[in-house]
């Protein structure tokens, strides 16, 4: 078959990625990594309609077309193979993997293959694409690529995380995007800062708007035995939390509708201040349906702290409680999962998590496996890690501000003083985890430490890999109970 004639013949300049082979209408593509990077090869007579090479070499009775990794050849590529575009994920138990650098999908298709979980490969913040200089498109191009050379042919989903506003929801949207999730965040009003009065005052603004009173007032519930019920009080303060977000839910839905007619529905809710009681949950639901948004996850703030990049802190117990109480509310209503966000590095709380709620889950990490390729680099490049280091702690009080993390800067080690071989130890600190956790903004941007970054993880590919796909392996793990 032509990759053995391929090997034969170019056995020394071109690494093959075996995996990555496939054959449809004769046509045979694959991947391979040369001087000039990875390359997509297609051996046939000539090549697909549309599909642009810039070299081509004949060879024991085949023509090999070399071709750039580049949006418009990957479009051919995803008519050939339609598992190439992501779909739809639905209400089966699902995992995200975020992906900073856009070189790591190879070593999720790891982690998941074969796994319990629907894999969410592609999946980005508009706060993360704004601090890696990267588009929708490249989030989505680039996962795309890392599942066709692992040969990964199950189907995943692409998650436009966090999106606040209508443009961003339609560039998404336009770009393939199959799962879409709202952050009406900055529709919420904090509680703890306003006094009585005050919230009396606004709860009358909405009235005027529209007597939800009606509606609540009095709407008794019984959730795993206890009895909840919409009074004044509580309604006005759900209200006061949620009723301007969910409006803004409602608005970014019509206007997706609009543009596409498939896709998850993700509402979040999980960067307040305020976690969300069993009640407020309810609020949020009976809102939401009430406006005819259909929706596929629902993301909460759980009590507790959820930091970046470490496990979670709190109490556990309480945490099962309401988890328990989340879960039985979800199955109350129907037709939608609860959604974890911050899921990285949660370890504590996965197997209670998974078990309340049956399987009707979605857990989204990002930052831990950003986290593990500068691991890679602390092994595998000593002098780079400290530089890395360094440039995060010159960034790192302007880069937490947008995060929740607790990091103390007193308690990270000089970096200049811990031995080489002691550097991947560090990433056992919680304050180093968070330091380089949130900083990936600045070092991302400055061209050398890039460049040099993404270069030893290429030489180092299979190290990097293994290390990612091990780490997010025991988050699957756990949820798989
Ligand atoms: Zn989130």
Known sequence: MSLKVFKDH????????????????????????????????????KVPEGVSFFKKHQMGGKTFFFCERNHENLEILRKYFPDLKPTRVGLKASFGTGDRLGITTPAHVRALRGSGLFPVFAQQSVRENERTGRT????????????????????????????????????????????????????????????????????????????????????????LGERLEFDEKNLRDAALVYYDAIAHVDMMYQILKE????????????????????????????????????????????????EKGIDYKGDLGLFEKEI?????????????????????????????????????????????????????ISMVNPELFRE???????HFEEDRKSYHISADLSKVPEVEKVKDEDLPGLFEDINVRQLIHVTYGSVLKDASLKERLFEALEQNEELFYETVAKHIKRHVDLLEG
């Open 10 to 45: 170019f056995g020394r300049g071109y690494e093959v990625y075996e995996s990555s082979y496939r054959k449809k209408e004769g046509f045979s593509f694959f991947l391979v990594k040369g001087e000039e990077g990875k390359v997509l090869v297609i051996s046939g007579e």
């Open 259 to 306: 543009e596409i007619s498939d896709f998850d529905f993700e509402v979040s809710v999980d960067e307040t201040e305020t976690p969300t009681s069993p009640l407020f949950h309810i609020f949020v639901v009976e809102e939401l349906r009430r406006r005819g948004v259909e929706f596929t996850n629902l993301a909460l703030r759980f009590i507790g702290e959820w």
């Open 388 to 394: 890395i280091y360094r440039c995060a702690l010159d």
């Open 136 to 223: 929708w498109r490249d989030v989505l191009d680039d996962a795309t690529w890392g599942v066709f050379q692992e040969g990964y042919t199950e189907g995943f989903g692409a998650d436009a995380d966090h999106v606040k506003n209508p443009e961003d929801l339609v560039a998404a949207a336009k770009e393939g995007f199959s799962m879409f999730t709202i952050d009406p965040s900055d529709h919420v009003r904090n509680l703890s800062k306003l006094s009585e009065r005050e919230k009396n005052e606004m709860f009358e603004e909405i009235l005027k708007k529209e007597r939800i009173d009606r509606i609540y007032l009095g709407k008794k519930y019984t959730v």
């Open 324 to 376: 328990k109480m989340h879960a039985e509310i979800s199955r109350m209503f129907e037709g939608y999962k609860i959604s974890l966000h911050s899921g990285s590095d949660k370890f504590s709380v996965y197997p209670a998590f998974a078990s309340a709620t049956g399987g009707l889950f979605h857990v989204k990490t990002a930052g831990t496996s950003y986290l593990e390729a500068v691991k890679v």
